[in-house]
C-alpha cells in the first residue's frame, strides 16, 4: 500500500513527465537557396520551413542586411561574385540561431539615393520570400546592363578573379580570370561575336584552350576543355559551341577557366558578363 506522500509524489511524477511528452517539438530551419534576380531588381531566399526575415539597408559602404532568426548556419561564410553595381552576395551567421544574408554594393554607390526607401518584402509562401529592390537600386542596376558577354558556362563560380593560393602548386598567384564549376563534357559558348585568334595545348597550366578577338579588339580565353570544336581563324557567333569542359592541365576536376583581356591585360570577367541570376545554393550542404 502506498501512503499519501507516496501517492502524491508519483502524482507530481505523472503531471511532469506528461508535460515533457506534450512540449511540441521545435523544428530545425536553415537557408536552402539565396538568388539575386537582376532582370526583376529582387532578391529571393528560401529555408526549409517557415521564417520571418529582417531587412534592412546599411550605408558606408552600402549593402543590403537580411537576418533569418531561427535559421541556423554553421559553415564558412560564402561568397559570390555579382558584377560592377551589386559587388557579391554572402551567406554567413549573426550569432548561432540566426543566418545572415549579405548584398554588397560597390564602394562607389550612391547611398544618398536611399533615403527613406524601405526594402518591400513579401512572403510567396512561410518558408519562400521576396525582397524588391528599392528604386534607387533597380535603377542602378539597369544602368549598368549593358555588357555583352554572356555566361560561357552554365555553373557557379567557384574561384574569382584575383590573387589566391594555387591548389595545386601552394603558391601566392593572380588568378587571372574565374572558375566556372560544370560537369565534363558540358558545352562551352562563345561569350559574344567574335574570331578564333588562338586554340591548342597550354604548357602553362590551361591545358585545352581557346582564345578569342572580338569586334573591340578584346580577348576572351577558354581553358581545360576537354575538347576543342573550332580551329584558328574561324568566325564565331555569340552562344556557339566552341569546346567542352575538362579539366585538362592544371586543374583539380572538371570546370571552365574564363579569362578577358583588355590591351593583352587580364582583368576581372565580372563587370563583361551578363547573367539575369546568380545563386547560391546550401541545399544539399
Request: hydrophobic share 40%; no cysteine; charged share 20%.
Amino acid at each position: 500500500m502506498l501512503d499519501s506522500a507516496q501517492k502524491k509524489t508519483i502524482g507530481y511524477a505523472v503531471i511532469f513527465l506528461a508535460g515533457i511528452v506534450s512540449v511540441p517539438a521545435v523544428q530545425a530551419n536553415r537557408l536552402e537557396t539565396f538568388l539575386l534576380d537582376k532582370s526583376r531588381n529582387r532578391i529571393e531566399f528560401t529555408t526549409e520551413n517557415e521564417v520571418e526575415p529582417r531587412g534592412q539597408i546599411i550605408t558606408n559602404p552600402t549593402r543590403v542586411v537580411i537576418d533569418l532568426p531561427g535559421a541556423t548556419y554553421t559553415g564558412p561564410t560564402v561568397r559570390r561574385d555579382v558584377g560592377s553595381v551589386v559587388q557579391s552576395l554572402r551567406v554567413g551567421r549573426l550569432d548561432p540561431l540566426t543566418t545572415r544574408l549579405v548584398i554588397e554594393f560597390a564602394p562607389d554607390f550612391n547611398a544618398d539615393l536611399l533615403d527613406q526607401q524601405p526594402l518591400k518584402m513579401e512572403a510567396k509562401s512561410p518558408s519562400r520570400w521576396s525582397i524588391q529592390f528599392p528604386t534607387a537600386i533597380a535603377t542602378a542596376i539597369q544602368n549598368t546592363v549593358n555588357s555583352f558577354f554572356i555566361m560561357p558556362t552554365a555553373g557557379e563560380i567557384t574561384s574569382p578573379f584575383g590573387w589566391r593560393i594555387h591548389p595545386i602548386t601552394g603558391l601566392k598567384t593572380l588568378h587571372k580570370g574565374i572558375d566556372i564549376g560544370a560537369p565534363m563534357g558540358a558545352p562551352i559558348l562563345a561569350a559574344a561575336d567574335g574570331v578564333v585568334n588562338d586554340v591548342g595545348w597550354d604548357d602553362g597550366g590551361y591545358g585545352n584552350f581557346v582564345e578569342l578577338r572580338h569586334p573591340d579588339g578584346t580577348l576572351t580565353l577558354y581553358g581545360h576543355a576537354n575538347r576543342i570544336l573550332v580551329t584558328k581563324g574561324q568566325e564565331v557567333k555569340q552562344g556557339q559551341i566552341i569546346g567542352e569542359v575538362g579539366s585538362t592541365g592544371r586543374s583539380t576536376g572538371p570546370h571552365l577557366h574564363f579569362e578577358v583581356q583588355v590591351n593583352k591585360i587580364a582583368v576581372d570577367p565580372n563587370p563583361y558578363l551578363r547573367s539575369d541570376f546568380v545563386i547560391v545554393n546550401l541545399a544539399s550542404r
